[in-house]
């Protein structure tokens, strides 16, 4: 790269391209303590559903009903892939693409039928790619899922499970382990258990002390009603842990394009003293050479 104006212009480009992503660093890290928030915001209302849910399912002896119904001949699973709308995330989305290409290829061995569920425009493109339509398609909010949109798509997944269209719903997404942390997990979301409602009980003196509640007007009603949105919340806390990762996974693809670019430029401004220098070295020696000359003639 010894043309001068080319370093140059090269430089400038890259200073160019540093300003974006340092900016977009800086919007994900705001956007990740909004998320943050919204999840822990989640959790109060999380623990007094399962708390009264847990309650219920003690209080009657036999419980019934069509989402805790495990079904041991599993013919057709519903696989749900939440990733996001947007790139620039590093492997956030890839990775959830490859969890899920794994998934359905275990399931598919066990002679099991594949329903896909989508959430995010860069996994839909992903298996559209690939000749494979998903089944449903949400996109548009990954970044900030609404209760509206997470209702659309738990919805359908209820019915589909009471109505034994499927037997199994698994959820693949990333979790929010920290702001330089996520991980890509596997959820089954229905059929629910008493080990999900426990897991989300917090262990407090109320609960331990194991109160009593009077339902009207019978437990199983309170059951009904409550436990489909229970799984609700749980799909929407999913969708916001998803949110809160791939503003975390934006940040540090963007710092790491940054550090990049930083270092790019030094090297650049590097090669264009040197050649610089050089330039002006050959001048001197040409100059030096035609005064030579002319001192001979």
Known sequence: MSNLKEIKNRIGSTKSMRQVTRTMEMVSTAKIRGAQNRIEGTKPYVEALAKILASVTKATK???HPLLETRPDVKRVMIIAIASDRGQAGAFNANVCHAVEKLIAQRKELGQEIELMTCGKKVVDYFRSRGIEPDFIGQGQSGRPTYEDVRVLADQAIDEYSNEAVDEIVLVSNRFISVGTQRVEETVLLPATMEDLE??????????AQMEYIYEPSAESVLEKLLPTFVEILVYRVLLESAA??????????KAATDSADTMIKTLTRTYNRARQAAITTEIAEIVGGAAALEDQ
């Open 62 to 64: 036999v419980v019934h």
């Open 199 to 208: 897991d989300e009980v917090a262990e407090t003196d109320e609960y331990k």
């Open 245 to 254: 990762a791939e503003h975390a996974a934006r940040r540090a693809a963007m």
